[in-house]
């Protein structure tokens, strides 16, 4: 079993749509959250940094952290067509660079 | 402020070769991290390098090796390709040990 899993999708959503992508974790070591958005052909852009249990909202986008469920969330409001991408969440322990991944979920936002 | 930059951007090899990848962090930036990244394992840690030392190391083979010079570029080195090496490599920066990471666009590599 993987230590952080995410749904691969793919999610297709109409524009406008609030669109809702989680991840679950197995280590409760993991205290640093990431959410990145790659395009096609891409590297990774970082979209939302969050640190242990909580939100933040940056934007049209809110990330929720729930370390006594081990599960994260990032919530888009508004979705639109520039939003397809694929989202992947990322975490680590800390005291260091490595970062663990999901596999990604691939989001179609539709006119 | 100018991005990670990675070269080149695509590489065709075949089994048996060696490849050289090269990635210039962020300006200030001292780590580099390195990324494999495959549509069956998905993005998966290579290695970390700070002020010229490995200071963390993924699960892969010692065909993969990695380097930091004095100036915070990183060059990543795989030998003895493999067809399963064919991924996409990718190298983030950060400015210090633990932080926030930005990466570059990455390496196609394409092993024949």
């Known amino acids: 079993q993987k230590e952080v899993e995410q749904d691969p999708g793919p999610l297709s959503v109409p524009e406008g749509a609030i669109v809702s992508l989680n991840c679950t974790y197995s280590n409760s070591a993991f205290q640093y959250f990431m959410w990145y958005r790659q395009y096609s052909r891409k590297g990774p852009e970082l979209l939302m940094y969050t640190y242990s249990s909580g939100n933040k909202e940056d934007g049209r986008f809110t990330a929720q952290v729930d370390k006594s469920s081990k599960y994260i969330s990032l919530f888009i409001r508004d979705s639109q067509p520039s939003d397809s991408a694929t989202y992947l969440c990322?975490?680590?322990?800390?005291?260091?660079?490595?970062?663990?991944f999901g596999t990604g979920t691939q989001l179609k936002v539709e006119l | 402020k100018a991005g990670v930059t990675q070269t080149p951007r695509y590489l065709i090899k075949t089994r048996g070769q060696q490849v050289t990848l090269s990635c210039s962090p962020i300006?200030?930036?001292?780590?580099v991290s390195w990324y494999q990244q495959t549509p069956g394992q998905g993005l998966q840690f290579l290695f970390e390098?700070?002020?010229?030392?490995?200071?963390n190391k993924g699960n892969f083979p010692g065909r993969f090796s990695g380097r930091q010079f004095s100036n915070s570029r990183s060059e990543m080195n795989v030998s003895t390709l493999e067809l399963g090496d064919s991924a996409l490599y990718l190298c983030?920066?950060?400015?210090?040990?633990?932080?926030?990471?930005?990466f570059g666009p990455g390496t196609r590599l394409l092993v024949l």
């Open positions: 983030a920066s950060s400015r210090g040990r633990s932080g926030t990471q930005y």
């Open positions: 990322a975490m680590t322990a800390g005291g260091g660079n490595k970062l663990t």
């Open positions: 390098y700070f002020s010229e030392t490995q200071r």
């Open positions: 300006s200030g930036h001292r780590s």
